[in-house]
């Protein structure tokens, strides 16, 4: 009863920091790739790369989510590739464009190659072809802080509906490799997975793609109730709950059922631990916020890579912290290119913490 009371007097107070963004989309992962070179302000580059990520996000053609643009003449020309996840529809995935063109070049204002991630797509551009090119790094990983109880069950069923949906992914054609399904664990807990690759791969390049970064799973997800692994040219994620929008003339599945008693307790108990460290920081950035209040911007505000970024040999300068989006922990991996990210994403349905309606409802028993 006290743990409810402590929550419920904190609550309001956590709802601000959690919540004031709900219309941005969250950015799971940005990097600047700093080794191929930099631009000034107001060079052709910029230009280029202006330019050119416009045409991508204006793009009122493309309805397979996929782009491969290039813009400009020799050492000025700029690639870019836009990969929206499958069953994200065009208005959406060309909102989720335009915001992760803003974001990355205001995070990135400098360097000549960049990708960046959100849940709706991946963007990139750089000053070389990447064109039908496999890239398995940078990578990154993405993963929910919540472990599996059945842990050797749980990560049975996920090899076996990953390497299922690797094969249907790679078998894609030309506009879209992207496979969904869902399987049921031994205690009866549905997982679901989304895998994909660039269109412009060929099937084998896709397969090598997503079995080159399955064999990562153990890096970040392996026990963990949701996970992804990303990497330019492909990508798969796992939740317990249905996050992607089932394609045409497949069954629908019920919704995630809730919790039972235990887990609930569970998420009290993070919960109020989660509140009482978000107020911790909270209090840390506002009070540092009151001598630079310039950065309201939430392009400004730096996310897990950047951190990592900063934590390794990359020299970036990182805005002023910012209330925390969500709760996170960033290790960086030894090879200069990989940024490992871990946060409580895959949130949606494993984050006590997230703007989740049906977990923060939970906590309030009427
Ligand atoms: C680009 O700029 C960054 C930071 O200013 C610097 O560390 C890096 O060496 C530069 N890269 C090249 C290829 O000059
Ligand atoms: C770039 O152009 C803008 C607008 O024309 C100008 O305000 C800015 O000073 C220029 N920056 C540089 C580095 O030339
Ligand atoms: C891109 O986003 C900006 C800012 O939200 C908006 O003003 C602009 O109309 C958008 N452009 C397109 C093509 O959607
Ligand atoms: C989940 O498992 C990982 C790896 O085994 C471990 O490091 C972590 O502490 C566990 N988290 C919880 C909340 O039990
Ligand atoms: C761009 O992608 C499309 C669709 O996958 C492909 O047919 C085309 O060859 C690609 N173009 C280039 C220049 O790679
Ligand atoms: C994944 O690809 C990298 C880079 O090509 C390679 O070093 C690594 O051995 C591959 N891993 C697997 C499991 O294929």
């Known amino acids: 009863m006290a743990f409810l009371q402590i929550l419920f007097l904190l609550c309001p107070i956590f709802m601000h920091f959690i919540v004031p963004n709900t219309a941005q989309p969250e950015i799971n992962f940005h990097l600047c790739v700093d080794k191929n070179g930099n631009y000034t302000a107001n060079s052709t580059y910029q230009a280029n790369l202006n330019y050119l990520l416009n045409s991508v996000y204006s793009n009122t053609e493309i309805d397979y989510g996929f782009y491969n643009f290039s813009y400009g003449e020799s050492s000025d020309k700029v690639y870019a590739i836009g990969l929206c996840r499958g069953d994200v529809k065009p208005d959406a995935y060309r909102d989720c464009l335009n915001y992760s063109s803003q974001a990355l ?5 400098t360097t000549k190659e960049a990708i960046i991630g959100l849940d709706n797509c991946i963007l990139r551009y750089a000053n070389r072809n990447i064109f039908g090119l496999n890239e398995v790094a940078p990578y990154f990983f993405v993963y929910s802080l919540t472990n599996v109880s059945d842990e050797n069950g749980f990560k049975m069923s996920v090899n076996s ?11 894609g054609d030309s506009r879209r490799k992207y496979a969904t399904g869902k399987i049921n664990t031994r205690d009866f807990q549905t997982i679901y997975a989304v895998s994909q690759c660039t269109p412009d791969l060929s099937q084998t390049d896709c397969s090598y793609c997503l079995q080159n970064a399955s064999a990562r799973i153990g890096q970040c997800c392996q026990e963990r109730q949701g996970g992804r692994v990303i990497y330019p040219s492909c990508n798969f994620r796992y939740e317990i709950n249905q996050f992607y929008e089932i394609p045409v003339g497949e069954d629908p599945s019920p919704p995630p059922s809730k919790g039972k008693n235990n887990k609930v307790i569970i998420i009290i108990l993070s919960a109020v631990i989660s509140v009482i460290a978000i107020l911790i920081i909270s ?5 540092r916020k009151r001598k630079s209040r310039e950065e309201e911007n939430a392009l400004a505000r730096p996310n897990m890579a950047s951190v990592a970024v900063m934590l390794s040999t990359y020299s970036i300068t990182l805005p002023v912290p910012q209330k925390p989006a969500f709760f996170s922990h960033t290790t960086v991996l030894p090879e200069t290119t990989s940024t490992l990210t871990e946060s409580d994403q895959s949130r949606s349905a494993s984050v006590p ?9 939970e906590l309030h028993p009427r």
């Open 283 to 287: 209090f840390y950035t506002i009070s």
């Open 161 to 171: 509906l990953l390497d299922s949906l690797h094969v249907k992914a790679a078998a």
């Open 353 to 361: 913490f997230s703007n989740n309606e049906a977990s923060i409802s």
């Open 105 to 109: 070049t205001f995070r990135c204002p």
